[in-house]
């Protein structure tokens, strides 16, 4: 794929983050331009065509747009903004009231996304994904990676999608539409794995990285998760069991929080308790 040329001078910078910036077009609200930072060729490019990808199996996702280069020879994505959008934890912490509502509708959103059958010879298999993280880990003791390794290589397979970092602020809706967003991580496995996030996001992460990533208090994320959970998993089925069931995959996430922190996360690691 071939970048599109395009000049900084039409765009203003309207936000940064750990791989680049964000740019909103200067005359028209529906453009916006992710600019990654400089040497960064093949990360944008993989993003490009892992969305396009994504997008063709009808996956609910914004189209893709454009990869691109600047005149100063940096590379990035632009693509149209949805305008009036909400995600799912912005509108639950801006509307508690309707907590049931919102965690029922993203509930069945993943459900929707985890029953799509994938080519598994065109998408990484989210297993592999761990091996490399668990073999990269410099915290868990070889003895703690076996047990991991064992546990990862006994979950049942599936060849189902998996969103690969399923947050409810990465589903949002506008009107009467419905999508999932940053889809980076996108990959085919074990439903269980991408659920794992949910449990993370909405129980075992401290409430100050809660109410500041996630736009409401600890409790009602926690509530979130008591709406969801019936939904997802069946009415019939005890919360207990159900958290006892995910709660080791949220705890796999840990592989993820230590390679971005690069220390230890007893927080996260206490989940794993049930395998190590």
């Excluded at 750990?18 to 960064?40: C, I, Q």
């Excluded at 996956?59 to 990035?76: A, K, L, Q, S």
Aim: aromatic share 12%.
């Amino acid at each position: 794929m071939e970048p599109v040329p395009v000049s900084l001078s039409d765009y203003v910078l309207s936000g940064g983050g750990a791989n680049g910036e964000s740019y909103d077009h200067r005359t028209d609200p529906e453009v916006m331009l992710k600019l990654y930072f400089p040497g960064k060729i093949q990360q944008p490019l993989d993003e490009m065509m892992l969305a396009r990808k994504v997008y063709d199996l009808g996956i609910p996702t914004p189209e893709p747009g454009d990869y691109v280069v600047t005149e100063d020879g940096r590379f990035g994505i632009r693509f149209r903004r949805i305008l009036g959008k909400k995600s799912y934890s912005r509108a639950t912490g801006d509307d508690p009231a309707n907590v049931e509502k919102y965690a029922t509708e993203f509930a069945h959103m993943c459900l929707k996304l985890h029953s799509v059958h994938v080519d598994t010879n065109v998408f990484e298999n989210v297993k592999d994904r761990y091996y490399r993280l668990l073999e990269a880990n410099p915290f868990f003791t070889a003895a703690e990676k076996d047990k991991l390794g064992r546990f990862i290589a006994d979950t049942p397979d599936e060849d189902t999608a998996i969103h690969g970092d399923l947050q409810y602020s990465n589903a949002i809706f506008a009107g009467d539409k419905r999508y999932f967003i940053d889809l980076g991580d996108f990959c085919y496995g074990n439903h269980l794995f991408d659920v794992g996030m949910v449990y993370l996001c909405c129980n075992l992460t401290p409430a100050p990285f809660i109410e500041e990533s996630f736009h409401m208090p600890k409790s009602l994320a926690m509530e979130f998760w008591r709406y969801f959970a019936p939904v997802y998993f069946g009415s019939g089925i005890p919360l207990s069991d159900i958290n006892e069931q995910i709660r080791p995959f949220a705890g796999l996430k840990t592989l993820i929080i230590e390679r971005d922190t690069g220390e230890p996360m007893p927080v996260f690691r206490e989940a794993l308790s049930s395998i190590l």
